[in-house]
């Protein structure tokens, strides 16, 4: 079995992600973008972005430009680890990108994820975020803020008149938070916020290949 990974045009990650990640979307903010090749064939995608959150470095200490979000690993069927992968596209993030110190990334149990590449890939789990509010609307859960800005307005009883008579609150549990240094200084820091990986029961997002599991395709990141 074969391996490579390269840089991936957008056309690329955009046909990964529309068949091999359970968003169908990809990031709306700036993305690095790496392929992943096996036995000579393309199987997917990883991505890493800005992310959704405007403070993301906050809590940390970190300017926006020291710090990203994995946001998609879409795959198709494969035989190396996913955690070999994401191991990989990392030491392409950081030869482009040589003033990042710390990637962060989001396991979704909502979807059935718990983070089981993390914990294969030794990244530092710190717990889970707080619950957010979303919206069911036209058949799809969104948060809030993306509500706003695809409708105009979060206001329940607004989008209930003028989008979706159905629209719906809905409690959605926080996420589990991975952090992954890129800097031995960041690394101390951040250790110090480490907790239990979480079970991981009939998890979805495991680091077996996806040809024997029989998934189709690796989906451990939420859509932010």
């Known amino acids: 079995m074969s391996l490579h990974l390269d840089w991936a045009s957008h056309k690329a990650a955009l046909h990964a992600v529309q068949n091999w990640h359970y968003s169908r979307c990809m990031p709306s903010s700036k993305t690095v973008k790496i392929g992943v090749w096996e036995n000579d064939r393309f199987i997917g995608v990883v991505i890493f972005s800005r992310g959704a959150c405007a403070n993301i470095g906050k809590p940390y200490n970190l300017q926006q430009t020291e710090i ?24 392409f993030l950081k030869r482009s ?17 718990y983070g089981g590449i993390y914990k294969a890939g030794g990244w530092i789990y710190t717990g889970k975020t707080e619950n957010k509010p979303t919206i069911r609307i036209k058949g799809r859960v969104r948060h809030t803020r993306s509500v706003s800005s695809v409708f105009g307005s979060s206001s329940l009883p607004w989008l209930r008149k003028h989008i979706d008579p159905a629209a719906e609150m809905v409690a959605q549990p926080g996420k589990h938070r991975y952090l992954f240094p890129l800097t031995k200084g960041i690394r101390g820091k951040v250790e110090t916020l480490s907790k239990l990986y979480p079970e991981c029961p009939a998890s979805i997002d495991g680091d077996a290949p996806v040809s024997q599991t029989g998934q189709g395709g690796s989906i451990p990141t939420a859509g932010l």
Do not use: F, M, W
Request: charged share 20%.
């Open 68 to 91: 990203c979000e994995l946001t998609r690993i879409a795959l198709d069927k494969h035989e190396a680890p996913v955690s070999r992968i994401v191991r990989i596209a990392i030491l």
């Open 97 to 113: 990108n040589p003033g990042l110190k710390l990637i962060v990334s989001y396991a979704d149990p909502a979807q059935g994820h």
